[in-house]
């Protein structure tokens, strides 16, 4: 019975040791446990924070190439252009070169071909001065025909609005176009009120320009008439000029030398006569001022070249 007893004994302390040891192990366990969880989680966030830096890392890389990419482009542009630049002084120094032997080839001339290269010499210079001269009598004239439109706008404005009236700069003359309906009664060639308006301001520019010609052309449209007054538009277009030109000088006192009048019948046309609207922009009078021939003769004095 003793023996049983200290054997229970034993039992229970081995049990009670052994309970202890357990818990001694299973609390070592569970702090390694925890160590291992913060060690995980703070590898979990350094491996956040290196993926971060990666991709960073990566962006930069990608805009570092692409910036590579960008100066290599620039830098082959640079070596393409040093080369222009190389072929260009090779091309330059071969110029100087063959100047050079042409420099010494005319050292050679004889004394007659320099005689002819100076004549060659004067006489561009004078082809350099008659040119000049045209480019100045040009100016000159588009200057005076541009002062000149300014100025009948200027004379016309209380009508310049209407669709009746127009002046233009064409080449080397101004002219004002006038309908029929606002110059002359239906198929007619006298003069209406309303025209002496308009002719009486035109006479004004031609007055106070001795420097100036006018000339009046008449143009119809296509449809034929002919009656006890008028053989054909040709003979209507004259008429109508004409009629114009008398009144200018009978009305307004025009030099009858500074005045010409011309028909042109149905010819020379701005609109096809296809339409009543074409046929009306047809049947027009042209008053043209012209410059006097004698104008051009000075523009064109040698004496006058303008000095370069």
Avoid: H
């Avoid at 049990?15 to 291992?36: G, H, M, N, P, Q």
């Amino acid at each position: 019975m003793k023996n049983v007893v200290t054997l229970l004994t034993i039992l229970l302390i081995a049990v009670f040791v052994s309970s202890c040891a357990s818990k001694k192990t299973l609390e070592t366990v569970r702090i390694e446990l925890d160590d291992t969880t913060n060690e995980l989680r703070r590898s979990q966030s350094n491996l956040q924070d290196c993926n971060t830096k990666l991709e960073e890392s990566n962006v930069n890389y990608l805009k570092e190439v692409g910036e590579n990419k960008s100066l290599q482009s620039q830098l082959s542009s640079r070596i393409d252009q040093i080369q222009d630049l190389k072929d260009q002084i090779v091309d330059l120094k071969k110029q100087r070169e063959n100047q050079i032997t042409q420099v010494g080839d005319l050292t050679v001339l004889s004394k007659t071909a320099n005689e002819n290269i100076g004549q060659t010499i004067k006489q561009l210079e004078q082809k350099d001065k008659y040119i000049n001269l045209l480019q100045a009598a040009k100016n000159k004239t588009d200057s005076l025909n541009l002062a000149l439109a300014i100025n009948l706008k200027s004379v016309l404005q209380k009508g310049i609005d209407d669709e009746d009236i127009e002046v233009k700069v064409d080449k080397t003359v101004v002219y004002v176009n006038l309908s029929d309906k606002m110059l002359y009664n239906s198929g007619s060639a006298t003069i209406t009120p309303r025209a002496d308006e308009v002719l009486s301001k035109i006479a004004q520019i031609i007055q106070s320009r001795p420097d100036l010609d006018l000339m009046v052309e008449g143009y119809t449209d296509n449809t034929p008439i002919r009656t006890s007054c008028f053989e054909d538009n040709w003979d209507l277009s004259v008429k109508r000029a004409t009629s114009v030109v008398r009144a200018l000088q009978t009305k307004y006192g025009v030099n009858p030398d500074k005045l010409i009048a011309a028909g042109r019948g149905e010819y020379n046309t701005l609109a096809e006569n296809t339409t009543d609207e074409g046929k009306a922009i047809n049947r027009r009078t042209r008053i043209i001022l012209l410059p006097k021939l004698s104008q051009f003769y000075e523009l064109l004095d040698p004496t006058k070249v303008p000095k370069s």
